[in-house]
């Protein structure tokens, strides 16, 4: 098998985001500081990660930047929806994420971004006040005027292509129900301004009928949903979501299956954070919390099967929480207390005490999931794209077949699919063939 047919990464590459807030300005910061040589794109696995090619004894492990063509960092254009107004400079210099040496110098550039007015309804995040909101008729009209926004600013920037990355507030908990279930039924909601269609659905369905390839990095319900899918075969678009997996959770999906490879027990999982940023008031807000809560809680279910290992995880108890914290700012700290057991059931106890930065962990998933949405809009990938589901804490998964929340499976499928596009052998660890 070859190299699959792709369009070059020519020309620029347009980054649109809704919600430019911590992650997003230190997302762009961090680019715009790496291209003038003041750091790493460090936890960047397109920039910074490798791919071995061939066997063991060969030594072929060249960049992943180097292996697919991307999009370089020097085409990136950035864009933004926000409800506050505030350019990318006063957000960067509010949420502190960055120190001054790295927003002093740059602060022009910062400055230029200036966010679009929002889609946003108080309902789905109520601790944030908006002064910079559309209005409509109806939640169709609100549709329409996104697209506008993304077809000026694809040509105002001299765009070659787009991508989008949602990186706002985090969204009440909604249930699925049936006007989501069916793209008709959901275009007829567009229209009766159902209750049940939240802002980050609305982007979701404006960018995707834009053929705007598009990733969700938080945990709400906007592209995981059969309406969406739908539409994105339609447009023939490449989905991924959902909620970056970053702190707690990439700890937890490098741990759990650890445990699990080597049959050992598990009797309880207790995680808590304090956070102070504004991710944390909007988390603050039982309803907002619920929708991240159900997220975080997926994740040791599936790798820990009830099912599959009755003695082993038939009877653990998980409990996660958040608690917002203001002196903490976007420096989080998180708690793990893990209640293991081993040889004829005898307990043991890890304790993991994380003391991370959220944004500085979120932004290089962002910019990876950026350059590997548009590989696959190259290639013609369709769709939701399983082999991203390293980057989530939730992936969304092809119809019938359950998610894969194992970092080290996912790695393996996320490489493999970099290989399948190279048209190289996969890597399949059996090591046979070695004499
Ligand atoms: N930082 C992490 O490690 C991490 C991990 C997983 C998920 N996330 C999620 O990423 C998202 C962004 O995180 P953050 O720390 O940058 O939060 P933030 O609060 O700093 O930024 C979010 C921004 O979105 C804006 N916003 C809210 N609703 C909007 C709408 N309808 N349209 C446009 N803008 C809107 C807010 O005004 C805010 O500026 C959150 O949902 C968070 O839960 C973050």
Not at 95 to 113: K, N, T, Y
Request: charge should be negative; aromatic fraction near 8%.
């Amino acid at each position: 098998m070859g190299k699959m047919e792709m369009k070059p990464a020519a020309g620029k590459l347009g980054v649109l985001m809704p919600g430019l807030g911590a992650v997003s300005t230190t997302l762009i910061a961090g680019v715009f500081n790496v291209l003038r040589g003041e750091g790493e794109p460090v936890g960047s696995v397109t920039q910074m990660g490798t791919i071995r090619v061939g066997k063991r004894n060969e030594g072929r492990n060249p960049l992943v930047k180097d292996f697919v063509p991307l999009a370089g960092l020097s085409d990136l254009v950035f864009g933004a929806w926000d409800i506050h107004g505030e350019n990318a400079y006063q957000v960067a210099k509010r949420s502190a994420v960055l120190e001054d040496r790295h927003v002093e110098p740059i602060r022009e550039q910062l400055e230029a971004i200036v966010p679009m007015d929002a889609v946003f309804d108080r309902k789905w995040v109520k601790n944030l006040e908006p002064v910079a909101v559309k209005s409509g008729a109806n939640h169709y009209e609100l549709v329409v005027k996104l697209q506008d926004d993304i077809e000026r600013f694809k040509r105002e920037k001299g765009c070659d292509r787009l991508v989008a990355v949602w990186c706002g507030s985090t969204e009440i908990h909604q249930e699925m129900c049936d006007i989501h279930t069916d793209l008709a039924k959901f275009e007829q909601a567009l229209r009766d301004n159902d209750e049940r269609i939240s802002p980050s659905m609305i982007y979701a369905y404006a960018l995707i009928s834009m053929g705007v390839p598009y990733a969700n990095g938080a945990p709400n319900l906007a592209l995981d949903m059969p309406a969406m899918t739908q539409l994105a075969k339609k447009h023939g678009v490449a989905i991924a979501g959902k909620d970056f997996k970053t702190g707690q959770t990439l700890m937890k999906t490098i741990l759990a299956p650890g445990l699990r490879a080597r049959s050992i027990g598990l009797n309880g999982w207790y995680s808590t954070n304090i956070l102070g940023n504004r991710d944390g008031v909007v988390l603050d807000d039982p309803d907002s919390f619920k929708t991240k809560e159900v997220s975080k809680l997926s994740v040791l279910e599936s790798i820990l099967d009830k099912g599959l290992y009755p003695e082993l995880y038939g009877d653990y108890h998980h409990k996660v929480r958040i608690d917002y914290y203001p002196p903490r700012g976007d420096n989080k700290e998180g708690w793990d207390n893990i209640d293991i057991f081993g040889w004829l059931g005898y307990p043991m106890e890890i304790k993991v005490n994380f003391l991370c930065r959220d944004s500085i962990l979120a932004a290089p998933v962002a910019l990876d999931l950026a350059l590997l949405l548009d590989l696959a809009a190259r290639v013609g990938f369709v769709g939701v794209q399983e082999w991203l589901s390293f980057y989530f804490k939730s992936p969304q998964a092809l119809p019938g077949l359950y998610p894969e929340h194992d970092l080290f499976v996912q790695k393996t499928k996320f490489k493999n699919t970099l290989r399948h596009i190279m048209g190289v052998d996969l890597i399949t660890h059996l090591g046979q063939d070695y004499d």
